[in-house]
């Protein structure tokens, strides 16, 4: 019985693969309820993420570990399209138990993520937790497990410096055209994807710098939407309109949930005459832009696997405050853990109340609590008595 875990992430898979993986809403919510019906889970959640998709499962009946894990990873791997993927169980990470706790905590606190202490996560985390109670497959465990993770990630971004400087993959984006294209400034740069959680944090950021020229797709031009500041220096153009848009800008980033490819080398090709530096940013999974851009002159192409090595130096200067983070964690998870199984154990605790109470009734409230202590230390080994009595003497 417990907390049990299906793990696909930027640490174990390249993008290709976690393309396979990214479901979207609806396919998410399909998952939910098959997990359910085909792999027997009691409660579900699943976190898609451009970097990971993670499956907890609550099982509250003991099972032969091998015998589960194949269940879950069979109905995974087929809602995925995955079944027939050469070594696709070589990309896939199981965990149980206190691990399974202990990783939702690393990662609901940004500990896990390519980029150490990014803020994005914790929002997917508690959105992923909305929609499988929406879903109606959550229940007391997965519910009480992700509002301890999601605390404790409160509690870590106040209390340390992990948060204080906010890097993300959007800041990497820009970081990464900076440093191809030498500065920003003057610079024509598109977002595609403007209305999206991760696109709408690019357009944030490249509102804050000065000299830029920053052009904003949206499928209808009627509306509006918050990423989209006010500013001189912003164009929202049709999304249909993009291409014709592309031979002017020195910078294209891309991030969409859009199962197709939102630009195409054909289509580029067509488009694009002018020869000068110009990068595109993929920063979408799957992947919005067609890796054969790469071959139109002087183009450079940045995709969520290029920002591994950007993200080194941010996390090795966050190494203090993520030790910091650890010693939160460490509190959060010990304290979900000890009410966990406490839960287990109610039915042991009625069965000792019993007990106890036709002692006292017996012999008297005295003699029942020596018995209980004379049985504790017939059963208990020698650390787990010494535990005991030392739990007691802090009272």
């Known amino acids: 019985m417990g907390i049990w875990l299906l793990s696909i992430s930027h640490k174990t898979a390249p993008l290709a693969i976690r393309e396979l993986f990214a479901f979207t809403s609806e ?11 085909e792999a027997g889970a009691a409660e579900s959640l699943v976190i898609s993420t451009c970097n990971r998709t993670e499956i907890y ?19 995974v791997l087929e809602k995925a399209g995955a079944l027939a993927v050469e070594h696709i169980t070589d990309y896939l990470r199981f965990y149980q138990g206190e691990k399974a706790v202990r990783h939702l905590f690393l990662v609901a606190a940004g500990l896990d993520s390519m980029v150490v202490g990014e803020d994005q996560i914790l929002g997917q985390v508690k959105k992923a937790h909305e929609q499988a109670r929406e879903t109606g497959t959550t229940g007391k465990y997965l519910n009480t497990l992700f509002r301890y993770a999601v605390t404790c990630a409160k509690r870590i971004k106040t209390d340390t410096e992990l948060s204080k400087t906010a890097v993300s993959t959007a800041t990497l984006a820009i970081k990464a055209a900076e440093e191809a294209l030498g500065s920003l400034q003057g610079k024509k740069i598109m977002v595609i994807g403007g209305t999206g959680e991760i696109g709408g944090i690019v357009l944030k950021n490249l509102y804050s710098m000065k000299g830029l020229h920053i052009y904003s797709t949206i499928r209808n031009v009627t509306l509006t939407h918050d990423a989209h500041l006010k500013s001189e220096s912003s164009h929202i153009i049709d999304y249909k309109e993009r291409y014709s848009y592309a031979d002017e800008m020195d910078v294209i980033i891309s991030a969409t949930s859009s199962p197709h490819y939102t630009l195409t080398y054909s289509k580029l090709r067509e488009q694009i005459h002018t020869e000068k530096p110009r990068v595109f940013v993929d920063l979408a999974v799957p992947v919005d832009i067609e890796e054969a851009v790469t071959e139109l002159p ?13 993200a080194k130096a941010n996390n090795q200067a966050k190494k203090q405050a993520a030790r910091e983070a650890g010693e939160i964690l460490k509190e959060y998870e010990e ?22 109470l036709e002692e006292a009734e017996k012999k008297g409230f005295a003699k029942a609590v020596d018995k209980l202590f004379y049985r504790l230390r017939e059963q208990a080994s020698p650390k787990e008595l010494e535990a005991i009595f030392r739990c007691l003497a802090e009272e």
């Open 27 to 37: 396919q998410q919510a399909e998952l939910l309820m098959a997990l359910r019906s």
């Open 335 to 356: 304290e979900f853990m000890c009410w966990m199984i406490f839960q287990f154990s109610m039915p042991q605790i009625e069965r000792t109340k019993k007990w106890m």
């Open 298 to 310: 002087r183009t450079f192409l940045y995709n969520m696997d290029d920002f591994e090595a950007l």
């Open 57 to 75: 499962t609550f099982y509250p009946k003991e099972e032969q570990q091998q015998k589960l894990f194949s269940k879950l990873q069979r109905v």
